[in-house]
C-alpha cells in the first residue's frame, strides 16, 4: 500500500461511520488481510480517536465455531449498540471482523429475534401461543416429572447441543441435565473428530501451531480448507509468509478464493487426498530425502511404514488415484522436503470422508518424515485444546440423590435402583450425535420421550431431514432454545428465547490461535431472553418446588459471578493474568514456551514419540500403519459437496436481511460440460435429486469445479425451502469414536444427480 493511498485510509478509518462501511467492505472482498494491522490499530487505538469518549466500550468475544473466535470492541450509547470493530490489542483478530462478525449488531436488534417463550399448538403448523416464563418453565418441569414417574429414571430425557455458542458458560446446559440426573446425551461432533483421533494417534493429542509462525514458513500447504472465507485473519500471515518468499500450495477439489491467491493449486480428485499425500512420501523415500534424525530418534514405525509405501505404493499409482500429474506430485513432494521449515493447514472437510482420518494420518506422516512437526513455521496444522483449562463450573452438578442412569451398558429400570446400596456407578446413556433421527427412531428401554435441543438446528445441519421428521413425530415434547425460528424451532412444542453474545456475561477462547476474550455483558438483554445458565436456574426452581431434592442446580445466580467462577490458577499463570479483570483491557495471549506444537518431542502417545505405527490404532479397529483407505463407492452420477459459504457460519447469519441483500438466494454449481449433457443453462431454475430428497435452486456455471461434482454452499435461508440436508445420508467418517464418542459423519461423500425444474 502507497503513501497516498495509506492516507487516505487512515482518514476513512478515523471517522466510525465511515470506517464500519469501509471495514465491511474489505470483509466482503476478502481483502481485509491485505491492510497492514499496524494501520488497523493506529487508526482506531483509543488514545487517537476522540469518538470513543462518546460511548461506553465493551469487551466481548465472537463464541461461534470458527478458526478465528474474534475479539470485539463494542460501543454503546443511551444503552443500544452503535457499531463494533476488532480488537487491535489481538494481533490475531488485529482490529477486524469478517462479514458475519460485523453483521452482529443486526442479530440483536433483528425483528426476527424470538422475543418471548412460546408453545406451538401443532407442531410444525406455526400456530404459536405466548407464554410466560413460569407457564413454559412449569410445563417443561411437568414434563420430566412424567418420565421419572413412568420409567423410574430420566435416561427418556435427551440433551443435543453442540456448537451454535462457545461461551464456556453455555457448557451449563450440559450442568442443567446433570443436576437433573442421569440422561440420554448425544455425543460427538459433526466437526472435527475423524481428524482428532487420527492425529491423538499419531502424535498422542491434536495440538497446532501457532498460526501467527506461518510468517516463519517457507512453504505452506492449505489442504481442503479456505480460509480466504472461514480464517480471514490467518490469511495476513499466509501473505506475509509469501511477501517474505514462501510458495503457496492449495489443494481442494474446488477453486476456491484461497486457491486464487495461491501460487499453485491442484484440483484433487474428492476423497483421495491420502494417495497424494503417500504418493509423495513414497517419492521422498526413493530420494532419501527424509529427516533421519527426526525419524530415528523421535519416531516409532518408520521403517514398517517405508516397507508399506515400497510394496503398496507409486507415484504413478498415486497419480490415477488423485488426477494430479506424477510429475506434479514430485514436484511439490521435493519443494516441500527441501524447504525448511514447511507446514500443512489441514482442513475439517476433507476429513469428513469415510477415509477422513486415514487421509489426516497420511497427511501427518508426510509432515513428520520430513521433520516438520516440532518446527516453528512448520507443523500438521489441524486445531488444539490447549487453551480450554477452565473450571466447567456450570457444568459440574452432581445428580440428585436416588438418580439412576445406565451401568455396566444397560438402563437401569427404577426397581432396580438399589443395586451395589448406593455404590452403584451410574452414567448417562450415550447415542451418536451424527445419527440423531436414526438414534431416536432405534432406542427402546426407555424410549426417548423428550428432546432438549441447545446451541443447534439439526434440520438445517443434521442428515436426512425426512428421516429426522419422522424421528421428532415419535417424540412427546421438543423443546428448543434459541433466537430465531430455525426449521428445528417450527418442529418443537415450546421454543426458549436465548440471549446473544452482548446481553450476557462469558469467556471464550479458541481452537486454532491462542488468545483468551472476555465477554461483558454490554446492553440488557432484549425483550424476555435468558442465557442458558439462567434458564437452568429457573428450572431448577420449578423442579423443587414441585418435588423437593429433584433438581441440583442452584437456583439463583449472577452471569456474571458464574463466569469468574471459570478461572484458576492454570488459566491465570497460562495467560500471564492476575485477575480475570485484566481481560477488560484487551484480549490476552497464552504465554507460549515456543510457538511451535511438539517442540521438545515429547509426545503423548503410548511410546512418547511420534508413531508413524500406532498399535493404539489398531485396537480401535483401524490399521496400525496410515495406510490408503479407498473412498465410499458413489451411489449416485455426480457427487454433491456441501461446505460452507462466507455468508454464513451453519445455518447462523444468513437468516439476517443484511446478508440476504448480498446472498439472496441458493445456488448449485456445476460445470459447464456437465451442464451441457443435462441441456442446462446459466441462471435456470434445476432440481437436484437423490433417493433421500430434493432441492429446487438456480444453477449456475463454473469450471471451478470439476465436472463431476455438484456444490451447494450450505445455509438456512429463512424465506425458502432450500436445505441440503434433504439429500444426505449419515454414512459415518472412518474415526471419532476414540476422542469424541462417536464417529464423524461423511458430509461430502454424497452423490446426487440433477436435471431442469
Known amino acids: 500500500m502507497n503513501d497516498s493511498c495509506q492516507g487516505m485510509v487512515e482518514k476513512v478509518l478515523r471517522n466510525p461511520l465511515s470506517r464500519r462501511k469501509f471495514l465491511k467492505t474489505l470483509a466482503l472482498s476478502g481483502a481485509m488481510a491485505m491492510v497492514p494491522g499496524s494501520l488497523l490499530q493506529a487508526a482506531t487505538a483509543g488514545k487517537d480517536i476522540s469518538y470513543e469518549d462518546a460511548f461506553e466500550i465493551f469487551r466481548n468475544a465472537c463464541p461461534r465455531n470458527c478458526y478465528d473466535t474474534c475479539s470485539i470492541k463494542t460501543f454503546v450509547k443511551d444503552g443500544v449498540i452503535q457499531f463494533i470493530e476488532g480488537a487491535s490489542e489481538s494481533t490475531f483478530t488485529d482490529g477486524g471482523l469478517c462479514v458475519k462478525g460485523f453483521s452482529y449488531?443486526?442479530?440483536?436488534?433483528?425483528?426476527?429475534?424470538?422475543?418471548?417463550?412460546?408453545?406451538?399448538?401443532?407442531?410444525?403448523?406455526?400456530?404459536?401461543?405466548?407464554?410466560?416464563?413460569?407457564?413454559?418453565?412449569?410445563?417443561?418441569?411437568?414434563?420430566?416429572?412424567?418420565?421419572?414417574?413412568?420409567?423410574?429414571?430420566?435416561?427418556?430425557?435427551?440433551?443435543?447441543?453442540?456448537?451454535?455458542?462457545?461461551?464456556?458458560?453455555?457448557?451449563?446446559?450440559?450442568g442443567m441435565m446433570s443436576s437433573l440426573g442421569y440422561t440420554t446425551r448425544f455425543v460427538g461432533t459433526p466437526c472435527w473428530p475423524a481428524g482428532i483421533d487420527a492425529q491423538n494417534f499419531d502424535m498422542g493429542e491434536m495440538w497446532c501451531n501457532d498460526p501467527e509462525d506461518m510468517v516463519e514458513s517457507k512453504y505452506i500447504i492449505v489442504w481442503g480448507a479456505n480460509p480466504a472465507w472461514c480464517s480471514v485473519h490467518s490469511m495476513k500471515y499466509i501473505f506475509e509468509a509469501k511477501k517474505r518468499g514462501a510458495k503457496i500450495v492449495v489443494i481442494d477439489p474446488v477453486m476456491t478464493q484461497t486457491a486464487a491467491k495461491a501460487d499453485m493449486y491442484l484440483q484433487v480428485d474428492t476423497a483421495t487426498d491420502g494417495a497424494l499425500a503417500l504418493g509423495m512420501a513414497r517419492h521422498l523415500l526413493d530420494q532419501g530425502m527424509i529427516d533421519r534424525e527426526f525419524v530415528n530418534n523421535h519416531s516409532l514405525g518408520f521403517e514398517e511404514f517405508s516397507q508399506y509405501l515400497k510394496k503398496n505404493v507409486t507415484v504413478t499409482w498415486a497419480a490415477k488415484e488423485t488426477g494430479i500429474p506424477a510429475q506434479v506430485i514430485k514436484q511439490i513432494a521435493e519443494e516441500f522436503a527441501q524447504a525448511d521449515p514447511a507446514t500443512i493447514w489441514i482442513g475439517y472437510g476433507m476429513q469428513r470422508h469415510v477415509n477422513g482420518g486415514a487421509m489426516v494420518r497420511a497427511i501427518d506422516a508426510l509432515v513428520a518424515m520430513t521433520g516438520n512437526v516440532g518446527k516453528v513455521g512448520g507443523g500438521a496444522r489441524y486445531g488444539h485444546l490447549r487453551t480450554w483449562g477452565f473450571n466447567y463450573n456450570a457444568m459440574v452438578n452432581a445428580a440428585p440423590e436416588g438418580a439412576v442412569g445406565m451401568m455396566d451398558g444397560a438402563a437401569i429400570k427404577g426397581d432396580f435402583h438399589f443395586i451395589g446400596e448406593g455404590n452403584a456407578k451410574f452414567t448417562d446413556r450415550p447415542l451418536n450425535m451424527n445419527q440423531l433421527g436414526r438414534e431416536i427412531l432405534q432406542t427402546q428401554d426407555p424410549k426417548i420421550r423428550m428432546l432438549w435441543l441447545a446451541c443447534r438446528n439439526p434440520f438445517s445441519?443434521?442428515?436426512?431431514?425426512?428421516?429426522?421428521?419422522?424421528?421428532?413425530?415419535?417424540?412427546?415434547?421438543?423443546?428448543?432454545?434459541?433466537?430465531?425460528f430455525t426449521k428445528s424451532v417450527e418442529q418443537a412444542d415450546i421454543v426458549l428465547p436465548h440471549t446473544t453474545l452482548f446481553e450476557e456475561n462469558t469467556v471464550n477462547v479458541g481452537y486454532w490461535h491462542y488468545w483468551l476474550s472476555l465477554n461483558e455483558q454490554a446492553i440488557k438483554p432484549?425483550?424476555?431472553?435468558?442465557?442458558?445458565?439462567q434458564i437452568a436456574a429457573m428450572l431448577s426452581k420449578r423442579m423443587n418446588e414441585r418435588q423437593p431434592g429433584s433438581c441440583t442446580f442452584p437456583t439463583e445466580l449472577d452471569t456474571r459471578k458464574w463466569m469468574e467462577k471459570e478461572f484458576n490458577k492454570g488459566i491465570y499463570d497460562l495467560f500471564g493474568l492476575n485477575s480475570w479483570k485484566d481481560l477488560r483491557n484487551g484480549p490476552a495471549k497464552a504465554k507460549l514456551v515456543s510457538s511451535a506444537a511438539w517442540?521438545?518431542?515429547?509426545?503423548?502417545?503410548?511410546?512418547?514419540?511420534?508413531?508413524?505405527?500406532?498399535?493404539?490404532?489398531?485396537?480401535?479397529?483401524?490399521?496400525?500403519?496410515?495406510?490408503?483407505?479407498?473412498?465410499?463407492?458413489?451411489?449416485?452420477?455426480?457427487?454433491?459437496?456441501?461446505?460452507?459459504?462466507?455468508?454464513?457460519?451453519?445455518?447462523?447469519?444468513?437468516?439476517?436481511?443484511?446478508?440476504?441483500?448480498?446472498?439472496?438466494?441458493?445456488?448449485?454449481?456445476?460445470?459447464?460440460?456437465?451442464?451441457?449433457?443435462?441441456?442446462?443453462?446459466?441462471?435456470?431454475?434445476?432440481r437436484v435429486f437423490n433417493q433421500r430428497g430434493q432441492v429446487e435452486l438456480m444453477a449456475r456455471l463454473t469450471d471451478n469445479v470439476p465436472p463431476d461434482v455438484l456444490l451447494m454452499y450450505e445455509a438456512w435461508f429463512k424465506n425458502s425451502d432450500f436445505n441440503v440436508q434433504n439429500l444426505l445420508d449419515d454414512e459415518s467418517a472412518d474415526m471419532g469414536s476414540f476422542k469424541t464418542g462417536a464417529p464423524g459423519i461423511a458430509t461430502h461423500d454424497q452423490f446426487a444427480n440433477i436435471q431442469k425444474a
Open 599 to 686: 517442540h521438545d518431542f515429547k509426545f503423548k502417545t503410548p511410546s512418547g514419540k511420534y508413531e508413524f505405527k500406532s498399535e493404539l490404532a489398531a485396537q480401535n479397529g483401524h490399521k496400525a500403519l496410515p495406510e490408503f483407505k479407498q473412498k465410499r463407492a458413489a451411489t449416485g452420477p455426480l457427487r454433491l459437496l456441501t461446505p460452507h459459504s462466507k455468508f454464513s457460519l451453519h445455518s447462523q447469519f444468513q437468516n439476517l436481511d443484511f446478508m440476504e441483500d448480498f446472498n439472496p438466494e441458493p445456488i448449485v454449481y456445476l460445470h459447464p460440460t456437465t451442464a451441457k449433457t443435462r441441456d442446462i443453462e446459466e441462471g435456470v431454475q434445476v
Open 526 to 533: 432484549m425483550y424476555e431472553s435468558r442465557s442458558d445458565v
Open 105 to 174: 449488531p443486526r442479530r440483536v436488534y433483528s425483528p426476527d429475534r424470538i422475543k418471548y417463550p412460546m408453545m406451538q399448538v401443532g407442531r410444525g403448523s406455526g400456530n404459536w401461543k405466548r407464554l410466560s416464563w413460569d407457564e413454559a418453565i412449569d410445563r417443561i418441569a411437568e414434563k420430566i416429572l412424567e418420565i421419572n414417574e413412568k420409567d423410574g429414571n430420566l435416561l427418556g430425557l435427551a440433551l443435543d447441543k453442540y456448537s451454535g455458542n462457545f461461551g464456556i458458560t453455555h457448557y451449563g446446559v450440559e
Open 461 to 484: 445441519q443434521d442428515p436426512d431431514t425426512a428421516l429426522l421428521k419422522k424421528a421428532f413425530d415419535t417424540l412427546e415434547m421438543v423443546v428448543v432454545v434459541d433466537q430465531f
